[in-house]
C-alpha cells in the first residue's frame, strides 16, 4: 500500500522569539526603518473569531468546525495589549486600530477599549483610536465603545442588495442589520465614519453604484478597496480584481468626482470628491498602485506576534517577551530592532498568482493578522 503525506503548516506556528539587544535605549520617536518609514500606526488583532465567513477573507471550506482557532490563553489579555501598545506609541504610534477576526466579539472589548484611551502620545496627544467592524453587533455596542472612549470606527459592508451581501458574508446575514448598526454609530457620535466595500469581479461589481447612491451626500465616506492576494486561503486571481481606476471612472460616468490631495503623508486611500458638492468617496488600489514606500504600520496579531507587512509570512513572538518578565525597556529596545532593519515592500514585488509564491512567503491570514 502507498501511503499519501500531505505536509501541513500552519504559518501561526513559525517561531521567532525577537533578540533583546545587548546595549538598550530608550526610545525617541524617530524610529525610521530602511526605507526611511517611521512607525506610526498600530493595527491591533483582538480575535481570530468571527460570525461572518466572507469569502474572500474565511472561506467556509477552511474556516469550518475543525479549524483551530486559537485558544483563549494564546491571546494577549488587555493588559499585555496595553503594556505594548504604550511601548509602540513611545516609539511614534500616534493611531491604534483594532481589529481581527471581528473584534466586537472579543469580550468586554469595552475594558479593552478604556484602557487605550486613557494612553497619551510622549507630547500629550490623545491617540486616534479606531476600530474596523462587519458592523454586525454595532448597534448593540455603540455607545458603550464611544463611553469607553473610542473615536471612530470604520464598517465593512460590500453590498446593498440582500442576496448578493448574504453570498459575500456566507452565513446569510443581512445589510438591514449593517446600516442599522451603522446609524447607531452615527448617533454616538463614532464618526466621521468609512464604509470599507472590497471590490471582486463577478461578485459584487454591480453594487459599486448603488453604493455609491446611497453614501453619496451623508454623512459616512464609502472606501472601495481592491480585492488581494491576502492570506493563503482565498484563491486569489488578478483578474478578480477590478483596478481602482476602473472604478473610479465607472462612478463618474454617471456621479462626476474630481481628485482631492491627501489628507496627510501616508494615507492609503486616493480621494475623490463629487463635483456637485456630494462629499466624497476613497480608492484603496493595495494592488494597482502599491503604497509600500509610504506604509508606516505594524500589525500586532491576537497572539502578540509583531508583522511588519500584511503579507509578512512570521511575526515576531513579543508574547513570550512578556510572559518571560522582560522589562519595558527590553522590549522597546526589540521593538527598535526590528523596525531598523525593516524591508518589507511586499505589493510593490507581488506576483500576479498567489500559486506562484514560493511557500517560504506564504503568507498568514487577514483574520489572523487583522486587516
Ligand atoms: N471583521 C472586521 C471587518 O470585516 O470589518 C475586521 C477585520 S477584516 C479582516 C478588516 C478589513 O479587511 C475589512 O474591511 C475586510 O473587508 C477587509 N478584507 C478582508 N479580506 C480582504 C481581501 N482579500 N482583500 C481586501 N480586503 C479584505
Ligand atoms: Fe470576518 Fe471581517 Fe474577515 Fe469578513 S472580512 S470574514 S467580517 S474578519
Ligand atoms: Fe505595507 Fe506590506 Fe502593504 Fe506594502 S505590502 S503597504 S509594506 S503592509
Given at each position: 500500500m502507498?501511503e499519501?503525506?500531505?505536509?501541513l503548516t500552519?504559518?501561526?506556528?513559525?517561531?521567532n522569539i525577537?533578540e533583546?539587544?545587548s546595549v538598550?535605549?530608550?526610545?525617541?520617536?524617530?524610529?525610521?526603518?530602511?526605507?526611511?518609514?517611521?512607525?506610526?500606526d498600530?493595527?491591533?488583532?483582538?480575535t481570530?473569531?468571527?460570525?461572518f465567513?466572507?469569502?474572500?477573507c474565511?472561506?467556509?471550506?477552511?474556516?469550518?468546525?475543525d479549524?483551530?482557532?486559537?485558544?483563549?490563553?494564546?491571546?494577549?489579555s488587555f493588559e499585555?495589549i496595553?503594556r505594548?501598545?504604550?511601548?509602540?506609541?513611545?516609539?511614534?504610534?500616534e493611531?491604534?486600530?483594532?481589529?481581527g477576526?471581528?473584534?466586537?466579539l472579543?469580550?468586554?472589548?469595552?475594558?479593552?477599549?478604556?484602557m487605550?484611551?486613557?494612553l497619551?502620545t510622549?507630547d500629550?496627544?490623545?491617540?486616534?483610536?479606531t476600530?474596523t467592524?462587519n458592523g454586525?453587533?454595532?448597534a448593540?455596542?455603540?455607545r458603550?465603545?464611544?463611553?469607553a472612549?473610542?473615536?471612530r470606527?470604520?464598517?465593512?459592508?460590500d453590498?446593498l442588495?440582500d442576496?448578493?451581501f448574504?453570498?459575500?458574508?456566507d452565513?446569510?446575514f443581512p445589510?438591514?442589520?449593517?446600516?442599522a448598526?451603522?446609524?447607531?454609530?452615527?448617533?454616538?457620535?463614532?464618526g466621521?465614519?468609512?464604509?470599507?466595500?472590497?471590490?471582486?469581479?463577478?461578485?459584487?461589481e454591480?453594487e459599486i453604484?448603488?453604493m455609491?447612491?446611497h453614501?453619496k451626500?451623508?454623512?459616512?465616506?464609502?472606501?472601495?478597496?481592491e480585492?488581494m492576494d491576502v492570506?493563503?486561503?482565498?484563491?486569489?486571481?488578478?483578474d478578480e480584481v477590478?483596478?481602482?481606476?476602473?472604478?473610479?471612472r465607472?462612478i463618474h460616468a454617471?456621479l462626476?468626482?474630481?481628485q482631492?490631495?491627501?489628507?496627510?503623508?501616508?494615507e492609503?486611500?486616493g480621494r475623490?470628491?463629487?463635483q456637485d458638492?456630494?462629499?466624497?468617496?476613497g480608492?484603496?488600489?493595495?494592488?494597482?498602485q502599491?503604497?509600500?514606500?509610504?506604509c508606516?504600520?505594524a500589525?500586532?496579531?491576537t497572539?502578540?506576534?509583531l508583522?511588519t507587512c500584511?503579507?509578512?509570512?512570521a511575526?515576531?513572538?513579543f508574547r513570550a517577551?512578556?510572559?518571560?518578565?522582560?522589562?519595558?525597556?527590553?522590549i522597546?529596545?526589540?521593538?527598535a530592532?526590528?523596525?531598523?532593519?525593516?524591508?518589507?515592500r511586499?505589493?510593490?514585488l507581488?506576483s500576479?498568482?498567489?500559486?506562484?509564491l514560493?511557500?517560504?512567503i506564504?503568507?498568514v491570514?487577514?483574520?489572523?493578522?487583522g486587516?
Amino acid at each position: 500500500m502507498t501511503e499519501k503525506f500531505i505536509p501541513l503548516t500552519d504559518y501561526r506556528n513559525r517561531n521567532n522569539i525577537p533578540e533583546i539587544p545587548s546595549v538598550l535605549e530608550a526610545p525617541s520617536g524617530l524610529l525610521s526603518d530602511t526605507l526611511k518609514r517611521p512607525l506610526r500606526d498600530l493595527r491591533i488583532s483582538v480575535t481570530d473569531h468571527c460570525n461572518f465567513r466572507c469569502v474572500y477573507c474565511m472561506p467556509k471550506e477552511m474556516f469550518d468546525k475543525d479549524y483551530a482557532f486559537l485558544p483563549h490563553s494564546a491571546l494577549l489579555s488587555f493588559e499585555e495589549i496595553t503594556r505594548l501598545a504604550a511601548i509602540f506609541i513611545r516609539h511614534g504610534v500616534e493611531k491604534i486600530r483594532l481589529t481581527g477576526g471581528e473584534p466586537l466579539l472579543r469580550k468586554n472589548i469595552e475594558r479593552l477599549i478604556g484602557m487605550l484611551s486613557s494612553l497619551r502620545t510622549p507630547d500629550g496627544r490623545e491617540l486616534d483610536l479606531t476600530l474596523t467592524t462587519n458592523g454586525s453587533l454595532l448597534a448593540k455596542k455603540a455607545r458603550l465603545l464611544k463611553d469607553a472612549g473610542l473615536k471612530r470606527v470604520t464598517v465593512s459592508l460590500d453590498a446593498l442588495d440582500d442576496a448578493t451581501f448574504k453570498r459575500m458574508n456566507d452565513v446569510d446575514f443581512p445589510v438591514t442589520d449593517v446600516l442599522a448598526g451603522i446609524d447607531a454609530a452615527h448617533q454616538a457620535g463614532l464618526g466621521p465614519i468609512k464604509i470599507n466595500m472590497v471590490v471582486k469581479r463577478g461578485m459584487n461589481e454591480q453594487e459599486i453604484l448603488p453604493m455609491a447612491r446611497h453614501f453619496k451626500g451623508s454623512p459616512y465616506i464609502l472606501r472601495l478597496i481592491e480585492y488581494m492576494d491576502v492570506g493563503a486561503s482565498n484563491g486569489w486571481k488578478m483578474d478578480e480584481v477590478i483596478p481602482s481606476a476602473e472604478v473610479v471612472r465607472r462612478i463618474h460616468a454617471e456621479l462626476p468626482v474630481q481628485q482631492v490631495a491627501p489628507n496627510y503623508p501616508g494615507e492609503t486611500a486616493g480621494r475623490w470628491r463629487y463635483q456637485d458638492g456630494g462629499g466624497e468617496i476613497g480608492v484603496i488600489s493595495s494592488v494597482t498602485q502599491a503604497f509600500c514606500h509610504d506604509c508606516n504600520r505594524a500589525r500586532l496579531s491576537t497572539e502578540g506576534k509583531l508583522y511588519t507587512c500584511l503579507f509578512a509570512g512570521a511575526g515576531h513572538d513579543f508574547r513570550a517577551l512578556l510572559r518571560g518578565n522582560r522589562s519595558d525597556s527590553e522590549i522597546s529596545s526589540a521593538v527598535a530592532q526590528i523596525w531598523r532593519v525593516r524591508n518589507d515592500r511586499y505589493s510593490e514585488l507581488r506576483s500576479a498568482n498567489t500559486s506562484d509564491l514560493p511557500t517560504a512567503i506564504r503568507k498568514v491570514e487577514m483574520s489572523y493578522i487583522g486587516g
